[in-house]
Structures are given as structure tokens and as C-alpha cells.
């Protein structure tokens, strides 16, 4: 019998927010994330810039958002968060991807996580490796305990861990800057992200994105792919795994949803899932996981031939030529000619003139907070 419940909507431009709707009321989001307890609404950003499939749509936001406020969560305790990386900032990345306007449409605001409080969380669960990689403790926002949380990832592949979504969402939040060190562990510390997440939130609930979805070299030199679908669980396992059946993958054969299935985080076996809405095999295609350059050069340090140098090149002063080495290659040289072209083509759909017709909004401050940037200032002038 099935454990665990997986919505399944087929959407398209004109119906998405009320695709939304239905998704979160068959999946009982009431009851996974009440709207007795604050919410943390945990963006997807994997670019500063906007590239289809790659972070929140800003349907998927209004989409859930409205459908909250509908009904009878107070905008007030609802907390929209999204964190920077050696590669992305928040504010940028919200503006690009049009977040701004519609939070404000809704009397919500953006909670840039560099800008809030962190603080070492005791954690009392067993971890399999971020106790090792963060020895000294392990600093969350605090903002983040006691309250429910919903993730708002995309249906794409990731050159570190074959797929990423709801799961993998929790990356972005829960740690800081340097979880880049995390790399070498993936998908063990996509396990202990999920225990951890287990002891802080009262609630979890995912609301995902396939209306495009991202085939190819994720999270981000990807080939955006019309799938049409939004998916909605209770189950952060579930969810992604129904997300890698609808990219041809068999989930057991991902590490990280097989190790959260069997130490009980959640459901990963096909047979235990039950999906409402639409039968998934009228939507699956078949995608292929590729690692893009940058984490070609990534993995070929911390796990390849070019290990011994490691430390040199990742832990040390010298580890600014890596962020400095994945802007250049992905904002300076993939994104004018490959990407532009896979945008091109987006534009000329259907969801590509819905994402035209809202708007980008005044530009925010500019907020500046690691090497990369000032070297894209540089650039600029």
C-alpha cells in the first residue's frame, strides 16, 4: 500500500496559478505546513541571472503565494528567504528572476539570509558528514527553528547529485557560504540536510516546477525542456523522486534519495508512492545528467587526478579563482552564446510570453558580498 502522496498536475500558461491551487489542496498542504505556525518559504535560486528551469518561476511564487493568502494565511508569517553562494546573490538574483514585484503585489518581502542572524544550532541527531565538514557546529539562520517550511525548487538535472529539488533546496538555506565544501559529500549531506531539517520544522511541504524543466549539464547549462507539470508533496523524498521518474531516472539508483529512503526520511520506491492527479507516464521524458565545466574541474580536484591539490586550490586564499573561474565561464561565456540561444527559443513558447508579462520591477540596491562581484563590477566598467 502507498506511504506516501505525490500530486501530479498537468498545467499550461493560461490555467498555472490554478494548477498551483489544486496541486497544494490534493497534496493537503493545510496540513503539512498550518497556517497556525510561521512559514519559511525557501526560494530556489541556482543563477543570478535568469535562465528557464533554473530557479523559482515567478508563477510558481505567485502561484503558491496566492493560493496561501486565499486560505487565511496572514502575509505577515509568511517569510520568503533565499541565501547567496560564492556564485549568486540574492537581491540580483531576485530581481532577474522577478521575484520583487510579485512579493510586494502580496505584502511579503524578500529575507536575504546574508543579512540575518546565524547561529550554531545543537542538533542531537547522528549525521553521516556535516559534523566533520563544520566541526566547530553547524549555523543555521535563526530565523529557521519552530517554524513550517516550504520549498519551491524546479524539475532539473545537477552535475553533483544526477537531480536536485526539494531535497537539495535545503542547501541553499540551512548552510552558509562555504558549503561549497560540501561538494565532495553530496549526496550524504543531502541526507543529513533532510535529518536536520526533520528537527527544526514542525512542517515541510514542496511545491515544484515542471512547467520547463532543465535537461542536461544542472543546476544551470541546461537545456530548458517543456514538460508542463507542477507537483506538489508532504514528502521531500516522494516529491523527488517522482520528479527523477519524470526525467527517466529510477530513483533507488540515486545515492541520496536511496539512503533518505532507507534510513526512513521518506519514500524513494516507486511502488510506494501514489500520485494524484495525472498518470506519470504520460508526462516522463528522458533526461541526461552531465556535469558542466565548472563542476567537471570541481569534482576532478576533490575526487579526481587533481586531488593532491585540493587544499591549495579550495581551502586556502587561492580559492578565490574558483567563483572568479565559474563567473567568467558561466555568465561571461555560456550564457551570451549557448544560453542565449536555449532563451531564444523559451521566449517563443508559450511560457516564455507568460514570464514576459511580469514585470522586473525597480532594480534594489546593489549589495555586494563576495570577490566575484566586485570583479563583475570591475568588468562593467
Known sequence: MPTAKVALIRTSPETVLEDYARAMELARYQEAVPASLETILKLNLSWTLYYPACSTQ???????????????YAAERIHPVENKTVVTDPWEGAWNNKWLPILGKYGL????????????????????????????????????????VLHLPTVKTHGHSTTTGAIKN??????????????????????????????????????????????????RTM??????????????????????????????????????????????????????????????????????FVIWGDQMLRKGPLRPFKRLALHSPLMVWAPFASAVY????????????????????????????????????????HNVQKWQRHMAH
Open 109 to 148: 518581502k524578500l529575507n536575504a539570509l546574508p543579512e540575518m542572524q546565524w547561529e550554531v544550532f545543537p542538533f542531537r541527531s547522528p549525521l553521516l558528514k556535516l559534523n566533520d565538514i563544520f566541526p566547530e557546529g553547524i549555523k543555521i539562520p535563526k530565523i529557521f527553528p519552530g517554524k513550517n
Open 170 to 219: 535545503a542547501f541553499g538555506g540551512l548552510l552558509m557560504e562555504v558549503r561549497h565544501y560540501a561538494h565532495e559529500f553530496m549526496h550524504e549531506v543531502l541526507v543529513d540536510l533532510l535529518t536536520l531539517q526533520k528537527e527544526l520544522h514542525p512542517g515541510m511541504f514542496a511545491v515544484m516546477d515542471g512547467a520547463v524543466a532543465g535537461d542536461g549539464a544542472g543546476p
Open 330 to 369: 558561466h555568465d561571461y561565456l555560456w550564457y551570451p552564446t549557448v544560453g542565449r540561444r536555449h532563451i531564444r527559443d523559451f521566449n517563443r513558447s508559450a511560457w516564455g510570453h507568460l514570464w514576459q508579462t511580469y514585470p522586473t520591477g525597480p532594480r534594489p540596491e546593489k549589495r555586494h558580498y
Open 223 to 292: 537545456i530548458p525542456t517543456i514538460m508542463n507539470v507542477v507537483l506538489a508533496s508532504s514528502d521531500m523524498v516522494a516529491i523527488d523522486a517522482t520528479a527523477a521518474r519524470l526525467m527517466g531516472f529510477d530513483p533507488m539508483s540515486i545515492p541520496y534519495l536511496r539512503m533518505c529512503h532507507e534510513r526512513g526520511l521518506g519514500v524513494a520506491e516507486s511502488k510506494d508512492i501514489e500520485i494524484l492527479g495525472e498518470p506519470l507516464e504520460s508526462l516522463a521524458k528522458t533526461f541526461t545528467s552531465k556535469r558542466s
Open 58 to 72: 515567478p508563477w510558481q511564487l505567485e502561484g503558491v503565494v496566492r493560493k496561501m493568502l486565499a486560505d487565511g
